[in-house]
C-alpha cells in the first residue's frame, strides 16, 4: 500500500522542549514538503526538499529544523525557539519540484505543547 | 509574493443545494490551480486542477472548477451536494518557479441532510 505515513498522530510536549515529527513515504517521490495548518490561515510552507540532503526553507521556517538523509523520510524537528508550536502538521511529497505534479498529503500529526 | 483568497471561510447548505467556493489568486503569471478536500479525520486530497487547456475543469465526486484569467478566479461547483461532501475545501496555486504551493485559508463545508 503506496503513500505517506505520519506518527504519532497526537503529540504533547512541554514548552521548552524540542521534538520531531516523523515523515515516511514509500511512493518513490524526489521531493518532499512541511506544512503547518491553522484555522483560518490554510497551509504554510516550512521546509521542502528536491533531493537526499538538500532543503530550502519555506515561508515560516524559523524555529524548525528539517533533515533528509534518505528518500523516504523527512524528519521535522519543532524546536524550544518556534513561538506558537500548537498546530496540525503536514507532510506532503510529489514526484518532483517541477510545478506539473500534485503533491499527496499524509494524515498529520497535531502537536499541542503546554 | 503570491498570496490566495477564499473569501467564505463557513458555508451551510441542505443537501442537494448548488455550491460555488470561491478562490482568487494575486499572481500575475502562469499559474497552476488546484482544489484540495480534508474531510473529517482524513487525509488532505486532490479535487482538481488545472494546468493548461480547457478553463472548466471536471474533478472526482462531481466537483468542477472554472479557471477565468480576466479575474484572477479559480472557484470550485458542485450542481447538487450531498451530507458527505462536509468537509474543509482548499485552494492552492503555484507558478513556473516550482511545486511550492500558497494555499488559500480554506472553506469549511456544512451540508444539512
Known amino acids: 500500500d503506496g503513500g505517506i505515513t505520519q506518527s504519532p498522530k497526537y503529540l504533547f510536549r512541554k514548552e521548552g522542549q524540542n521534538v520531531t515529527l516523523s515523515c515516511e513515504q514509500n511512493l518513490n517521490h524526489d521531493a518532499m514538503y512541511w506544512y503547518r495548518q491553522d484555522p483560518g490561515q490554510g497551509l504554510r510552507l516550512i521546509y521542502y526538499?528536491?533531493?537526499?540532503?538538500?532543503?530550502q526553507k519555506g515561508d515560516i521556517a524559523e524555529g524548525y529544523s528539517v533533515s533528509r538523509e534518505k528518500k523516504e523520510s523527512f524528519p521535522l524537528t519543532v524546536t524550544s525557539a518556534q513561538k506558537n508550536p500548537t498546530a496540525f502538521y503536514l507532510c506532503?511529497?510529489?514526484?518532483?519540484?517541477?510545478?506539473?505534479?500534485?503533491?499527496?498529503f499524509g494524515p498529520g500529526t497535531r502537536l499541542t505543547v503546554t | 509574493a503570491q498570496s490566495v483568497s477564499q473569501h467564505n471561510h463557513h458555508v451551510i447548505l441542505s443537501e442537494a443545494a448548488s455550491l460555488e467556493l470561491g478562490c482568487n489568486y494575486s499572481?500575475?503569471?502562469?499559474?497552476?490551480l488546484f482544489w484540495y478536500v480534508q474531510y473529517p479525520g482524513q487525509h488532505l486530497q486532490l479535487l482538481l486542477k488545472y494546468f493548461s487547456g480547457d478553463p472548466l475543469v471536471k474533478g472526482i465526486k462531481g466537483f468542477e472548477a472554472e479557471f477565468i484569467k480576466s479575474k484572477f478566479s479559480f472557484n470550485l461547483r458542485k450542481p447538487s451536494v450531498q451530507w458527505s461532501d462536509t468537509a474543509e475545501y482548499f485552494c492552492a496555486v503555484n507558478n513556473n518557479a516550482g511545486n511550492m504551493l500558497t494555499f488559500g485559508g480554506g472553506t469549511r463545508l456544512m451540508v444539512k441532510p
Open positions: 506532503a511529497s510529489s514526484i518532483s519540484v517541477s510545478q506539473h505534479y500534485e503533491q499527496y
Open positions: 526538499s528536491q533531493i537526499v540532503n538538500d532543503f
Open positions: 499572481y500575475g503569471g502562469t499559474v497552476n
